[in-house]
Each structure stands twice: as structure tokens, then as C-alpha cells.
């Protein structure tokens, strides 16, 4: 059964920084592309950032570019994402993604989230 | 970035009768080499991350139930749910994944009637 479980949420000051972390497991973590998509509270989905499975490729929204780095560490089937420079507008609830493998970019299993609030 | 606009904003139905949302896209999802749609629907219960239910527009996620389907090819999709059940009451996104950034509808709420 896969599973993916986010941790590393909390409040944090504006311009301050935060590190999720998503552990995988359940299929194997290094062959899938993966990705952050968030959600502010009471709005719609909004995708962040996605890896490569070999790590060797990142994208971003150009609203956190330059401010959030993803990246991962396929011995530990662990996600990341460094939050740096946080504004209010960066509050939501942060899910990671498993992308469908082999050219299918679609987000088959998500994890329960993990909660992000930036304030004062 | 490719806009997606889902219709109605919400919507109720009564139980056991159908529900349709449709999704549109600012430009074609549908890659020729291929001919397939990047096109995804989810759904989301309150308190709930997403759960996918149907991708490449029209195939249904393993263990989602028949009552729902996915139409539509270019920029026009359908999701139907054919005989709504109470169990069926949460919010609906489609996405496009043709193109980054990968981007979602604003979501539909389906409400009992």
C-alpha cells in the first residue's frame, strides 16, 4: 500500500524559514517523479515544485522560485522542501504528490498534508 | 500557464440522480503523437487530502466506483457522476498535467439536494 506522510509544519514568523519533510513508502520511492501542491485554507489546489526521480531535474510556480528549494533523498524515500523568505500569502496546507510514472504526470496518491501558517 | 475553469462553482442534486461538472481549459490538453488528454479529475472530502479518480480524462483510478466517468477531448471535459450517493458529497478539481506549471480548476462542491 502506498503511503506518503508529511511532517515538518508550524507557525512561523514572516521571513522566516520551515522544512517539510514527506517519507514515502509502499512502491519504489527513486522511480517516481514527486511534487508539493498546497491548498490555503478554504481555497483550491495550487502546485509548488516537482523532482525528478533521480533528483536530477526541479520546477517551480514562479511565486516561490528563488525563496523554496525541493529536493530528496532516495536512500531515506524522503521528500523535502525548504521554505525560506515565508510570506502570508505562503499559509496553506502543504501535500506531497506521487506522480503516475513513465510520462504520467497526473498525482496518483497524496498524503494527508501538513499545516503551514505565516505569521506575526 | 493554462487556465482551467470548472462549471458550476456548485452544485445539488438530489440522491440517486446524475451530476455533471464540466472543466475547460484556456488551451488544448490533448497531445497529438499520442492523442491522449492530460487531464485529471479529483475529488476531496472535507478534512480530506485529494484522491484521484480519473486521468488521461476518461480512466477511472483503481478501486473508483463506475458511477463515475470522465468525457471530452482539446479543451472541453466532463466529469458525470451517474446516481449521486451521499457518500459522493465533496469538492471536485480537474487538472491539466500538458503542461508546468501543472494547474486546477477552482473546484465544483457537490451538495445533496
Known amino acids: 500500500e502506498v503511503q506518503l506522510l508529511e511532517s515538518g509544519g508550524g507557525l512561523v514568523q514572516p521571513g522566516g524559514s520551515l522544512r517539510l519533510s514527506c517519507v514515502g513508502s509502499g512502491f519504489t520511492f527513486s522511480s517516481y517523479a514527486m511534487s508539493w501542491v498546497r491548498q490555503a485554507p478554504g481555497k483550491g489546489l495550487e502546485w509548488v515544485s516537482a523532482i525528478s526521480g533521480s533528483a536530477s531535474n526541479t520546477y517551480y510556480r514562479d511565486s516561490v522560485k528563488g525563496r523554496f528549494t525541493i529536493s530528496r533523498d532516495n536512500s531515506k524515500n524522503t521528500l523535502y522542501l525548504q521554505m525560506n523568505s515565508l510570506r502570508a500569502e505562503d499559509t496553506a496546507v502543504y501535500y506531497c504528490?506521487?506522480?503516475?510514472?513513465?510520462?504520467?504526470?497526473?498525482?496518483?496518491?497524496w498524503g494527508q498534508g501538513t499545516l503551514v501558517t505565516v505569521s506575526s | 500557464d493554462i487556465v482551467m475553469t470548472q462549471s458550476p462553482d456548485s452544485l445539488a442534486v438530489s440522491l440517486g440522480e446524475r451530476a455533471t461538472i464540466n472543466c475547460k481549459s484556456s488551451q488544448s490538453v490533448l497531445y497529438r503523437s499520442n492523442n491522449k488528454n492530460y487531464l485529471a479529475w479529483f475529488q476531496q472530502k472535507p478534512g480530506q487530502p485529494p484522491k484521484l479518480l480519473i486521468y488521461?480524462?476518461?480512466t477511472r483510478a483503481s478501486g473508483v466506483p463506475d458511477r463515475f466517468s470522465g468525457s471530452g477531448s482539446g479543451t472541453d471535459f466532463t466529469l458525470t457522476i451517474s446516481s449521486l450517493q451521499a457518500e459522493d458529497v465533496a469538492v471536485y478539481y480537474c487538472q491539466q498535467y500538458y503542461s508546468s506549471p501543472r494547474t486546477f480548476g477552482q473546484g465544483t462542491k457537490v451538495e445533496v439536494k
Open positions: 488521461w480524462a476518461s
Open positions: 504528490a506521487k506522480d503516475g510514472g513513465y510520462g504520467s504526470d497526473y498525482f496518483d496518491y
